[in-house]
Every structure is written in structure tokens, then in C-alpha cells.
């Protein structure tokens, strides 16, 4: 009897299952290979990009504004007050600006004044409880706090407490975009720390980062690959025959 040879039938259907899979298949393999060494990955933890994090969910502003003031930028983002990018004091916003007041920075942050010292030291809190009027923005001249109402401007001072009509000069510390990589250095610090690296990994082993049409896209490669290591056997042993 002849040797018996695999079908070119079999060959084909093993070569197209193979084709068919092979970018699913190359997803689980390499995060696979990440997971499995997760541990030892200093990146594991760090959150994601934030448009990766916008992805799934998460709420960030496309951009950030600001305010500079003696070289340094003033922003509020989620309640807190950035002083360039270090995570300074809570604000609850929205800021309404920010005034060289030497020897102080005075920021604005909704009904209240924050009274900053050099080396981001908070000095003080100023609310209406001290005498702070309703202001919509703030701003000065030559270290004079100004404070814009809905139909006046009025001097006031942090010292005194005391607030009078003001009708000199003034400028508004008006907000501008921040510079891109110090609103990049921002904006991963606010997406929360369950969106990190390991999680996006684990989704994408799994197909969870398509959905659940994406976790049966990678149930079916991981079927069709058990399928494959079958074929390929069969064929293999026809060969030796």
C-alpha cells in the first residue's frame, strides 16, 4: 500500500484558520507574556494616556487653562489647584484668577481667596465669613488687589479685610492655555488610578477593551488555535506515515 499523504483540503483549511487568527493570536500572546511578568514592570500601575482614559470613560477636559504669574502656572482642575504640575491645595472652582499681591500670590477659587506664600505655602483662606464681597474676577496694579463685581471694581485687603470702590488702573488676570506638555504632566495626574496599564492589558488579553464582541473574537482565536494544534498534528503524523 502507498503511504498515505494529508489532502490538499486539509493543508488549505489549516492555512486560512491560521491566516484568519493571527492577529488575535499575536494579542494574546504578547499580553500574555506581559501579564505574566507584571510584577516586574515599573510601568504596570501608571495611568493610562488621557485619551486612552477618555475611552473609557473617564471625564477630562480636552484642554486647560491657566493663569502665570512670576513664572509659575496657576490652574484648577477636579476641585484642586495646580501650581504648575504639583497638586496644591483644594479649589473648588471655578478660578476666577490669580495676582501677584507681594509678598503673597492671591488666587481666586469660586467665593474664595487663597492667600500663598513663597514655596507653595498656604497662608490663609479668605471667604465671605471675613468680609470677602461677591466677585466674578480678579485682579490688580502694582500689588493693589482688585475684585470686579457684576457693576463695580473694589480694592480689598487681605489685611484689613476691608473692601472700598476702586476706579484706578487695574489689570484682569485673565486665563490662557496652558503651556502643552505642563496640560499633558496635568491631565495624567487627574485620570484615576484604576486606569492604569495592567488593567488595559487585561482588557486586551481578554477583548474587553472591544466590548463583548471583542471577548468572542478572542474566545474564537483561542478555539480556532486548538483547532490548529489538532490539524497541524494530523498533518504531521500523515507525513511520518
Not at 87 to 99: D, E, I, Q, S
Not at 230 to 236: A, C, K, M, N, Y
Request: glycine share 8%.
Amino acid at each position: 500500500m502507498g503511504t498515505r499523504k494529508p489532502t490538499r483540503q486539509w493543508r488549505r483549511w489549516h492555512r486560512w484558520l491560521g491566516l484568519a487568527v493571527a492577529i488575535p493570536v499575536l494579542v494574546l500572546s504578547v499580553t500574555g507574556v506581559l501579564l505574566n511578568h507584571i510584577e516586574s514592570l515599573s510601568w504596570a500601575s501608571r495611568p493610562l494616556p488621557p485619551a486612552v482614559a477618555r475611552w473609557y470613560g473617564a471625564v477630562l477636559p480636552e484642554t486647560l487653562q491657566g493663569v502665570s504669574v512670576k513664572g509659575n502656572w496657576y490652574t484648577q482642575l477636579e476641585e484642586r489647584l495646580f501650581i504648575n504640575d504639583t497638586n496644591a491645595f483644594y479649589c473648588k472652582g471655578p478660578l476666577k484668577g490669580v495676582v501677584d499681591a507681594a509678598p503673597l500670590i492671591v488666587a481666586g477659587c469660586a467665593d474664595e481667596l487663597l492667600l500663598i506664600a513663597e514655596g507653595y505655602q498656604l497662608v490663609e483662606r479668605i471667604g465671605p465669613a471675613y468680609g470677602l464681597p461677591g466677585y466674578v474676577q480678579l485682579g490688580g496694579h502694582e500689588g493693589v488687589l482688585v475684585l470686579r463685581q457684576p457693576e463695580a471694581l473694589v480694592r480689598f485687603d487681605v489685611n484689613q479685610l476691608v473692601s472700598v470702590p476702586y476706579s484706578g488702573p487695574w489689570q484682569a488676570a485673565d486665563l490662557a492655555r496652558l503651556p502643552a506638555e505642563l496640560e499633558k504632566a496635568i491631565l495624567r495626574q487627574s485620570v484615576p488610578e484604576s486606569l492604569n496599564w495592567q488593567r488595559f492589558l487585561q482588557d486586551l488579553h481578554a477583548g474587553r477593551i472591544l466590548g463583548f464582541a471583542g471577548q468572542l473574537m478572542m474566545d474564537l482565536a483561542a478555539l480556532v488555535l486548538a483547532i490548529l494544534a489538532v490539524t497541524g498534528s494530523i498533518i504531521w503524523a500523515r507525513t511520518r506515515r
